[in-house]
Structures are given as structure tokens and as C-alpha cells.
Nanobody, 126 residues
Framework: QVQLVESGGGLAQAGGSLRLSCAASGGTVSWYAMAWFRQGPGKEREFVAGISRIGGTTYYGNSVRGRFTISRDNAKNMVYLRMNALKSEDTAVYHC???????????????????WGQGTQVMVSS
């Protein structure tokens, strides 16, 4: 059973930056593909970014590509999401998720992920 705890959310101005962190425990983290999803007010949960278990492959949602960067440190059991050039539409609760996946790719569908954190709120003021 993998436990995920997010941190680093808060209030930022449009154009600013934040870095989210996800601490994983309870499993061999290097066996898991990791991803960030977000759910904005009145919106469905959407894929933000994902990273393969070793970190060699990353995918991004269209709305964040070029602005956000996902990374991981398996030695520390941590996953990060660096968010630059923030926009008001980035306001959402951001969730870290994990899927046991020994392949080289990154699942992008919410339903494929087995474990979820409680989320961290990000608010971007314009």
C-alpha cells in the first residue's frame, strides 16, 4: 500500500512559480509511474503531468506543456511538479497519484492510477 502526501501549494500571482512535492511511502517507489492530476472549481479532474518509474519518460497535458516540469528522486521517494508562468486557470487542487507500472511509458488516464494523495490547493490570482 503506497501512501502519498502532497505539499507546496498556496497562493501565487499570475506569472509566478510554485513547486509542489509528493512524498511517497509504503512501497518500492521505483516500481511506480507517478502523475499529477488537478481539479479546478466546477471542472473535472484532468491529467497534468506524468513520469515513468525511472524518470526517462515524461508527458504533459496540453494546457501546461512548456510551463510545468515533473521530476522524481527515487532515492528520496519524492516526486515534484515545478510550475512556472502560472495562470489563473491553473487554480485547482493538485493530486499526486501512483500506478504500479513496470513498462517504459506513462499512463495518462485517471482510472489507471491505484493510489492518490489528499491534494494540495493552488490558487493563482490575476
Amino acid at each position: 500500500q503506497v501512501q502519498l502526501v502532497e505539499s507546496g501549494g498556496g497562493l501565487a500571482q499570475a506569472g509566478g512559480s510554485l513547486r509542489l512535492s509528493c512524498a511517497a511511502s509504503g512501497g518500492t517507489v521505483s516500481w511506480y509511474a507517478m502523475a499529477w492530476f488537478r481539479q479546478g472549481p466546477g471542472k473535472e479532474r484532468e491529467f497534468v503531468a506524468g513520469i515513468s518509474r525511472i524518470g526517462g519518460t515524461t508527458y504533459y497535458g496540453n494546457s501546461v506543456r512548456g510551463r510545468f516540469t515533473i521530476s522524481r528522486d527515487n532515492a528520496k521517494n519524492m516526486v515534484y511538479l515545478r510550475m512556472n508562468a502560472l495562470k489563473s486557470e491553473d487554480t485547482a487542487v493538485y493530486h499526486c497519484s501512483a500506478k504500479l507500472f513496470l513498462g517504459v511509458g506513462v499512463p495518462m488516464a485517471e482510472a489507471e492510477y491505484d493510489y492518490w494523495g489528499q491534494g494540495t490547493q493552488v490558487m493563482v490570482s490575476s
